[in-house]
């Protein structure tokens, strides 16, 4: 076991673990941060994806060694207190969801996506979320919500997502 | 199925399976004793218990949940109208007076008590659209307690469509009989008469006086059933109802704050894993902890054939169940994925006992068939296929003074209930199951071994315990919709018309087997057969593998007799509203032109679960086959609760189809699942995603049937239909060019 700093929504965490140990292991189990979910543990649903620099990744096949001294953001992080980010205030209009335990996932990849592809087509939201699964078929909504937050993202000022209140 | 318990004694597999003499007590460890309302195809809710554990019995102890001050209504069912009991909950006699209830405090909030569970179907808005609509309150007055044994009245489960049609009339009766008691309490204290008295908004009115709901039961609290007569608002006098409303917890789903069973934490919790073989079957052979015992605080846990370690953290759970060395017996000559057909027909017989599956004949079929100017004979290969929710199969269980109780994520909470009482020799009210809105479902979720599973390593623990299944354990330890044969000879006139129609499905089950198109001479029936994969409840159950076959068939008749499949289907159908939906999904799509040059288009119609579906398919031809570009769908079921909520299902239904139509089947050999992983078991994705058309039909003047199953069941059959214009097609699924 060794010490790991983790900058973390923010704030700096200390984690005893190990290098071999999975992201979303460390943020589930040692963090009690359990907005991120476990799916498939292959990196292959979604259901776990956060931020990392930015980037959208699978938690539960990153290392907890590969992410020491990167930035991540989970959902908890993704809105300051009782706001929501632009991103899950579409997914609510849209109402892309069933059961809802993709959305945290799907939200945290959608955010992803749109930092790098702020105008997604069709074909870029099908080719940058295919590792997002939504068991309960609710893709048709999602893209909408999608659409939504694009939309409302590049109208608004600031370059980086503005968090609103609903 | 036939496997062994710890006691050695064969599992009945679902062909010797026999419906216990009304009446009987039964075997209580049995407990499995559905009744005949049950389809066939629920083969899990009559598996015999998976674990049975030394445990020494308790002494009965009564546990009282109490409601606190204001209003309390009973639903007590009429005779006639019991609820079913299903496998697991046959020892509930007397929990089932009693079918929901209402609470309203003194504050004026509403609660609803049902033993449904939520699992993305959305019923916890729907339901409380229903309680806020006759007891005129707005929606967000209303909240509903559900699927808490110690806090709600029993419940067979969450399945077969039926929380629409049954469980929202019952919660309407007692809020409509909640207001009509606010109206005489009102009456009573004003002196007035009742007549002159309405309710809105949470308050009873009349003339110059009004008074809060919760004012009128405060310091005096009011309890009552709901009478037999009470008169509830008809489906054109709603207005929370039919209405579209937004997910009641929607929120905290995009936050992430919702905490589904794997979510919940316990003081003092730990972390458990099972050990298994590598495939879905064997005996534990040899089995050496001293690695695992060795590591701190992990304790093992043997009893019989149950393997599993109990650790502080997840991290030594995984450390310890790594070290456990254990070899397992596989049996020789398993039945695999290639020869599971003729082992289906081998082995099938001709009838159990159960819903859909008596045989059914009609006319005169050999006379009609010798008759017949032209016959058509297939035989369709249906596979296993996963639900894979997204939700891993997953429990946390507390001991606390000889009291169990367990989160679970599951259909039935009752059933699990007793699951759970029976392997630890318990009475039921020393077990308690709670189901946190749970991550999906789609039928997989009926059974209770992980919630026995950690009670059991709680209990060896002294401690809380959650487990997880891992997505391997769900690929190998969950059960599967059922494979199956499905043979259909047809035989038509001079004139093209159907005269003979024969339809024998061997395994996949009874729904939906009978044709609702008008043939003369008939014979359908069901055989039950021996299982080598672990099967059960799926979405729709064998409706979709019987939609696929029919519709193909009816599909291919009218394409050698050169008719228009749309004309042929109408010829053969008399039920209006199944004419309704095919003419208007025809309407809809295009029929019978494709919207551009090099696609086709196909269509399918069905009923199940008193709703009506038609399908049509867009496909276009690729390098390697083809694409579906585009599905419309037509569906009715009745009049319309929650608009979005309804499409919301309609489409989720139609995709899950897509997986089944075009790549999910399950692979095994060798007593493992060779395609048991998320990367190798294809689901839908974004990418795989067509047009989607829903039209919704409200027939206001028919009674609301459910609507989470029926429109997955003629997906397969119109995209396969679509795709013979490019070549022929081979006659099972996934659709797949021949």
Known sequence: MATFSLRLNGRTHRVEGEPDDSLLAVLRYDLDLTGSKFGCGEGHCGACTVLVDNQAVRACVTRLGAVAGASITTIEGLAPGDRLHPVQEAFLEAEAFQCGYCTPGMVMATVGLLRTTPSPSDQDIAKLMDRNVCRCGTYSRIVKAIRLAAARMKNSDSVTPQAVRR | ?738
């Open chain 2, 1 to 738: 199925m036939i496997d062994r318990d710890r006691n050695g004694a064969k599992r009945r597999s679902a062909s010797e399976w026999r419906e216990p003499k009304r009446g009987a007590g039964g075997d209580r460890r049995g407990a499995a004793a559905p009744s005949a309302n049950i389809e066939i195809e629920r083969y899990e809710l009559r598996r015999q218990p998976t674990y049975r554990f030394e445990v020494e019995r308790r002494q009965f102890m009564k546990i009282f949940a109490a409601v606190g001050g204001g209003l309390l209504v009973a639903s007590v069912p009429d005779a006639g109208a019991q609820q079913e009991s299903g496998g697991g909950g046959a020892t509930q006699a007397a929990a089932r007076d009693v079918s929901a209830w209402i609470h309203v405090d003194e504050a004026g909030r509403v609660t609803g008590y049902t033993g449904k569970t939520e699992i993305g179907q959305n019923i916890r808005t729907s339901l409380a659209q229903a309680i806020a609509d006759e007891l005129r309150v707005p929606l967000t007055a209303v909240s509903l307690t559900m699927a808490d044994t110690d806090l709600v009245p029993f419940d067979q489960g969450t399945f077969g469509s039926q929380s629409t049609p049954r469980m929202a009339p019952v919660l309407a009766r007692a809020a409509a009989a909640a207001r009509e008691m606010l109206i005489d309490r009102a009456a009573a204290s004003w002196g007035v008469d009742r007549a002159g008295l309405t309710c809105s908004d949470g308050r009873v009115t009349g003339g110059s006086r009004s008074a809060a709901y919760g004012d009128l039961v405060k310091a005096r609290k009011l309890a009552g059933i709901v009478p037999a007569e009470t008169p509830v608002g008809a489906p054109a006098a709603w207005r929370t109802r039919g209405a579209a409303a937004q997910k009641v917890d929607g929120r905290s789903f995009v936050t992430g704050r919702h905490r589904y069973t794997p979510d919940v934490t316990r003081p003092g919790m730990m972390h458990g894993r099972i050990i298994r073989s590598e495939g879905y079957t064997g005996t534990l052979a040899s089995f050496d902890d001293a690695a695992a015992r060795a590591l701190p605080g992990v304790v093992v846990v043997r009893d019989g054939d149950f393997a599993g370690i109990v650790a502080p953290t997840d991290r030594l759970a995984r450390k310890a169940a790594a070290a456990i060395r254990a070899e397992w017996r596989i049996p020789e000559n398993l039945p695999s994925s290639s020869t599971i057909y003729d082992h289906l027909k081998k082995t099938g017989t001709s009838s159990g006992g159960g819903r859909g599956s008596a045989p059914f004949a009609t006319g005169d079929v050999a006379a009609a068939r010798a008759a017949a100017a032209r016959t058509f004979d297939v035989s369709y290969r249906i596979p296993y296929i996963a639900h894979v929710p997204l939700e891993p199969r997953c429990a946390v269980a507390e001991w606390t003074d000889g009291k169990l109780t367990v989160w679970t994520g599951t259909q039935r909470p009752f059933g699990v209930r007793s699951e759970l009482a029976a392997a630890f020799r318990l009475p039921e009210d020393r077990v308690r199951v709670i189901v946190p809105d749970t991550g999906s479902a789609y039928g997989g979720k009926h059974t209770g071994e992980y919630a026995v599973e950690a009670a059991r390593l709680a209990k060896a623990a002294g401690r809380p315990v959650k487990l997880v299944w891992t997505r391997k354990e769900e690929f190998s330890y969950g059960y599967f919709r059922p494979a199956g044969v499905i043979d259909v000879k047809a035989g038509v006139d001079a004139g093209g018309r159907l005269t003979s129609w024969e339809f024998d499905n061997w395994n996949s089950g009874g729904s939906a087997i009978r044709t609702p198109y008008e043939v003369p001479s008939q014979r359908i029936q069901f055989h039950p057969s021996d299982s080598p994969l672990r099967q059960g409840s799926y979405r729709g159950l064998a409706a979709t593998a019987n939609h696929y076959a029919r519709e193909m068939h009816m599909d291919a008749i009218a394409r050698a007799l050169g008719a228009d499949a749309v004309e042929y289907r109408l010829r053969h159908l008399e039920d209006a509203r199944m004419r309704a939906v095919l003419t208007a999904v025809a309407q809809k799509a295009g029929w019978p032109k494709p919207a551009a040059a090099g696609r086709a288009l196909g269509i399918a119609c069905g009923t199940e679960k008193g709703s009506y579906i038609a399908t049509a398919a867009e496909v276009s031809r690729t390098a390697d086959g083809f694409k579906v570009e585009r599905l419309v769908a037509a569906f009715e079921c009745g009049a319309i609760v929650n608009p979005d909520g309804l499409r919301n299902q309609v489409e989720g239904s139609v995709v899950q189809g897509l997986g089944g139509a075009l790549f999910e089947h399950v692979e095994f050999g060798g007593g493992a699942i060779v395609n048991g992983t998320m990367a190798r078991y294809r689901v839908p994705r974004f990418k795989d995603m067509p047009a989607l058309d829903v039209l919704l039909l409200d027939r206001k003047d028919l009674p609301s049937a459910g609507a989470g199953e029926t429109p997955i069941v003629c997906v397969a059959p119109a995209i396969g239909s679509a795709v013979r214009a490019f070549g022929a097609v081979a006659s099972e699924l996934p659709v797949r060019l021949a």
